[in-house]
């Protein structure tokens, strides 16, 4: 069964910085192109990042411009999400995502695979 895990979230206060990563298992992803997104409570499902199965092209939403970096290291298998410069209205509940054969970058609705998701709180 593909799953995707994802780690790294936590509390950290404004201003700080967390590593999120995303794992995932069951098969190789190495040709789908990864992508973050957030959820905070009451709003909509929003795209933060995404990143190439090559990892030449990346994608960041202006709200996280110059803060966040995605990054993906094949050998491992892995994607991450380094958060820096962290605002209050950053916070909410991570997800990793992946997709495959899609234009970049995908759309919401193109991507296969989702995590469960990783909270991350931003105290003030």
């Known amino acids: 069964q593909v799953q995707l895990v994802e780690s790294g979230g936590g509390l950290v206060q404004a201003g700080g910085s967390l590593k999120l990563s995303c794992a995932p298992s069951?098969?190789?992803?190495?040709?789908?192109?990864m992508g973050w997104f957030r959820q905070a409570p009451g709003k909509e499902r929003e795209s933060v990042a995404a990143?190439?199965?090559?990892?030449?092209?990346?994608y960041y939403a202006d709200s996280v411009k110059g803060r966040f970096t995605i990054s993906r290291d094949t050998a491992k298998n892995t994607v991450y999400l380094q958060m820096n410069s962290l605002k209050p209205e950053d916070a909410a509940v991570y997800y990793c995502?992946?997709?495959?054969?899609?234009?970049?970058?995908?759309?919401?609705?193109?991507?296969?695979?989702w995590g469960q998701g990783t909270q991350v709180t931003v105290s003030s």
């Open positions: 990143i190439s199965w090559s990892g030449r092209s990346t």
């Open positions: 995502a992946a997709a495959l054969g899609s234009p970049f970058p995908p759309r919401t609705a193109e991507y296969d695979y």
């Open positions: 069951g098969r190789t992803f190495s040709s789908y192109a």
